[in-house]
Each structure stands twice: as C-alpha cells, then as structure tokens.
C-alpha cells in the first residue's frame, strides 16, 4: 500500500490532515495535564510559583496549538502569487507608458 492511499482510503487530503495536527497534539496535552495524578502542595513558595508558571504555560500552549489549527481551516485560501488585481495593473501599465513617451 502506497503512503497516499491511506489519505484516499479515508477521505482526507493531505493539506487537511496537516492542519488538523497541531489540534490534536493541544487536545492530547489537554487530557494529559487534566488526567494526571496531583502532587500535594510544596510548603516552598517559590516551588509553588515555579509550578503555577509551569502549569499556566502549559496551558496556554495547548490552548495555541487548538487555535492554529483552526486558523489553519477557516482562514481564506491565500492568492496565487502570480495575481494582480487589474487597477493595479491598469495603474502600473498608465505610469510606465507615461515614463516611455
């Protein structure tokens, strides 16, 4: 079985399956914060501030990897590169023939 007859076999392109990754990894890290076993709390302040920073963090970078992937989704498909929207053309070609003559 050749490596793109998986995608096909499923019915996901690749370009979709890239997008969604980043999702998957934050959901996964989600579950693996929220499943873990609690540790007591340290008498230290500071080993207490150290692992709230930690813990925020962590938090923050699943939250970004969810995020990007639905930016990834929804955003508007980019234009081909090679495009120009005609008055700017137009504009262009006016300036340049007025420069020749």
Known sequence: MRQGDLFVRFGV???TFLKTVPAVIGIA??????MRARAPDSEDQLVSVVQNARNIFLLLGCAALILLSWWLIFR???PDHDTVPSSEYSLVTTRCSMMVT
Do not use: I, K, N
């Open 76 to 78: 508007p498909e980019p």
């Open 13 to 15: 392109d690749v370009m």
């Open 29 to 34: 890290g989600f579950l693996a914060y929220f």
